[in-house]
């Protein structure tokens, strides 16, 4: 029935459609002249509405898109061309939408042929820096008043829906094997603190503290059973300006009881966004990330957002990030940030950054430190508690980034990486006790670094037997191994001071997570 409704208005569409200018077309006589195979992309996409298929209950088959039931489960799969995303399209419960091929290849950096993969293009983007998007504060960190008002008032939820174009992940829901093509052109200032504009979000509140409970995404109720799997995010225009706000967003949600849960993200690609890369928010348990490379945002890439939630089993792991914050000049940004979560792994991440910014990080206090001044930060932002947090660093690497650009686009060597002589992870913030950062096999420098951070100041350092300042991380190990009676020392990026002990300790002794200072110890 569905088709047969749909059949008459896209014979109408294809009788008066015209390719935008954009379009592989060429002026030949006074007109277009234009690919066989691109008109025959233009038919696919008007001969069936794909957004009517995917959230409908219904499982037909058009031909070019089929669908398989089985059971409770409907498993879309798209061919290669272009299918246009005027919205936010809800995926409902039990549904696949799969396309035609894996868009990434192993070298995740190599653009693929997409004249053989499956593109959803958004037909628009945010382009007005004063667009109503979230309805936040115009100065998020200072409470409401007749002097700092909120950016709107008259947000609605089709209106979210009309910025937010991508993909509404329901419970039990896959996407898989397709690319993506965002046409944003900035972040609008009431997305400055982040509330969404992920090509793949999942329900809950518009407001990213849900102080607006008739604006939600979908039902606003949390989710569980999201898989994303071989999906590449904005290369395809060739333009360096257009992209999305993020590639995932999880949502907060209302519900103080239930997390949004098993969130699963497997080589996700994404070569430049406007804000984050992945960002779980609010209450969220037993998500991962693995396999992925995003390069080029305007802020954090791999983020957990917990506040003072029970946010645990948190996974990130073999996955790169390139070039945090570059969207926005480096003005803000980390490969790894937390605000508030109770517990997270992040292993075998590695990280390509450029020189901390010192002289006008967004964040200006300890020096610039979430420009880049460490690959993995720790912030009270938000009202973050890490009051029995515990968090995991396993087998990361922080290196330089070499970098070029030309005509806007990004060019990026990470060939022979150098370290960074920089800290594995910052807590400069949190200073109410009660949490515990564990990192192994620190390679700040190289694989043959023979040191380990524990991650905060040994409670027992020992005796003092040297120091130095302005020293860097380099130069603190080099000055521990030349003295025959130095064990450990603690070291701050903040000061570049380097403190030589003779205490004997190990992996697990108790620190002090807040401070300046973190203490390194001499492997055996």
Request: aromatic fraction near 10%; include cysteine; charged fraction near 20%.
């Amino acid at each position: 029935a569905l088709l047969a409704a749909l059949a008459p208005c896209a014979a109408r569409d294809l009788e008066t459609a015209t390719l935008p200018a954009d379009d592989e077309c060429v002026g030949v006589d006074g007109g277009l002249k234009c690919s066989v195979g691109l008109l025959q992309r233009q038919s696919r996409l008007l001969a069936v509405d794909w957004v009517e298929l995917i959230e409908g209950g219904e499982c037909p088959s058009t031909g070019e898109i089929s669908c398989q039931q089985d059971g409770l489960w409907r498993h879309f799969k798209f061919p290669a061309g272009e299918f246009p995303v005027s919205r936010q399209v809800s995926v409902p419960k039990y549904t696949v939408i799969e396309g035609i091929a894996n868009p990434n290849d192993n070298d995740k950096t190599k653009k693929p042929d997409y004249s053989s993969q499956t593109v959803f293009v958004a037909t628009g983007g945010v382009s007005d820096g004063e667009a109503c998007y979230c309805q936040n504060l115009k100065r998020t960190w200072e409470p409401h008043s007749p002097s700092n008002p909120y950016h709107c008032h008259d947000l609605t939820n089709e209106q979210v829906k009309s910025f937010r174009k991508g993909f509404l992940m329901n419970s039990n829901t896959v996407v898989k094997n397709i690319a993506f093509q965002g046409k944003d052109t900035l972040r609008p200032s009431d997305n400055g603190a982040l509330c969404g504009g992920g090509v793949f979000e999942t329900p809950g509140c518009v407001h990213n503290r849900c102080e607006f409970t008739h604006l939600m995404t979908g039902d606003g109720k949390p989710v569980t059973n999201v898989n994303i799997e071989n999906v590449r995010l904005n290369d395809y225009s060739g333009d360096p300006a257009l992209a999305s706000q993020l590639a995932v967003w999880v949502a907060q949600t209302t519900d103080t009881h239930t997390p949004t849960s098993d969130v699963h993200v497997k080589n996700l690609v994404a070569m430049f966004l406007h804000a984050d890369g992945i960002n779980f928010h609010g209450f969220v348990q037993n998500a991962m990330v693995d396999d992925c490379y995003i390069q080029n945002t305007g802020d954090d890439i791999y983020a957990v957002w917990g506040v003072n939630f029970d946010t645990k089993g948190i996974v990130f792991q073999n996955s790169v990030a390139v070039d945090a914050g570059r969207a926005r000049r480096n003005h803000y940004g980390s490969c790894v940030a937390v605000y508030g979560a109770k517990e997270a792994t992040f292993r075998n991440l590695t990280c390509f950054a450029p020189e901390q910014n010192t002289r006008d990080c967004y964040d200006s206090k300890n020096n610039g430190v979430t420009c880049n001044g460490c690959l993995g930060i720790i912030k009270q932002s938000f009202d973050a508690d890490y009051r029995g947090s515990v968090f995991n660093f396993i087998d990361d690497k922080f290196y330089d980034l070499k970098r070029t650009e030309e005509n806007g686009q990004q060019i990026y060597d990470l060939t022979n990486p150098q370290g960074t002589g920089r800290p594995t992870v910052c807590n400069y913030e949190w200073k109410k006790g009660g949490l515990t950062v564990n990192i192994a096999n620190d390679n700040d420098d190289s694989e043959s670094t023979p040191y380990t951070s524990l991650g905060g100041t040994a409670v027992h350092e020992g005796n003092g037997i040297g120091s130095k300042n302005g020293c860097d991380l380099s130069c603190c190990k080099a000055y521990c191994t030349e003295q025959p009676q130095c064990n450990s020392f603690a070291w701050s990026t903040q000061y570049a001071s380097c403190f030589l002990k003779d205490a004997v300790l190990q992996v697990g002794s108790p620190v002090h997570a807040e401070g300046s200072f973190t203490t390194y110890i001499k492997n055996s």
